[in-house]
């Protein structure tokens, strides 16, 4: 084989991108073509004429052709460099077909976000996450379904969702997760209730012995209570949302175990009353989740990042 010969199959192996020319350097080859002027070329794209100098001479090492004759009058074309200019203007034009099709994609992306969220949650904290997202993108149509921990984490999984959040001890399998924000869970009765005057706290164990008002199996708030006290009585009531919990706690049908963020206004009004607990953890994380390695992009990062503010 000649050296020619070695020199072409040399060529053609190897990566493409370290054969073809970086888009920089092919659309300055193309200014240079139309203006006439490295320099004029080199103004155009806010580099230096230096710069663009040396870009070319790369440009020719890397493809083994002079592309542009320079003098005093100005910079021309050679008829190698006029091909290669062609082969150029195909490759930009393509790219920017590209830039436009990612930017669709980025516009199609940013315009929805999909919110899954646990009934505590979705009911207390996220109005006010949601309108501060929207003070930052007015164009983002936000969807949201509230259901308990397993809920959220299956429509993230089937991709019917693009964030999450839940409250249980645990995060769901095939899930991501960052802690928001801590909360605390309360026993709670009417005012009417024997437990409302009570003098001494309740122990962990008459609690667990005790049927309650309770949210739903596969609720977090009954993850958290269950794993707390080791086991629950059967439940006297079994309500999907917080608010239905509530509105039975108030109405005196039985104590209930809530979020210290959905009380805050009967307590202070006294249609609840607080009844202390001993012998019993119940603070708990709240957590963002979203499926494993797909970290938050666009209007879901930003929402993250307002519960954290």
Known sequence: MSNAEERAG?????????????????ELLLAVARLGSLGGAARELGITQPAASSRIRSMERQLGVALVDRSPRGSRLT??????????????????????????LRVRRDSRLRVAASMTIAEYLLPGWLLALRAQRPD???????????????RLLSDEADLGFVEGLSVPAGLDSAVIAHDRLIVVTSPGHP?????????ASELAATPLILREKGSGTRQVLDAALGGLA??????????????????????????????????????????????AALARDLRAVWPTGHRPTGPARDLLSLTRG
Do not use: Y
């Open 195 to 203: 437990w409302a005057r009570r003098r001494g706290a309740l122990q």
């Open 10 to 26: 040399q060529g053609t192996t190897g990566s493409l991108a370290h054969r073809v020319p970086d888009l920089g350097a092919l």
């Open 140 to 154: 983002t149509a936000v969807s949201l379904h509230a259901g308990n921990s397993t809920v959220v984490a299956e």
């Open 234 to 279: 059967r439940p006297l009531i079994e309500l999907s949302s917080t608010t239905a919990v509530k509105a039975a706690a108030v109405s005196g049908a039985g104590p209930a175990v809530l979020s210290e963020l959905a009380v805050g206004e009967e307590l202070a009004m006294r249609r609840l009353v607080r009844v202390p607990v001993e012998g």
């Open 79 to 104: 008829d190698a460099g006029a091909l290669v200019t062609d082969w150029a203007r195909r490759i930009v034009e393509a790219a920017e077909a590209f830039d436009a099709g990612a930017q669709a």
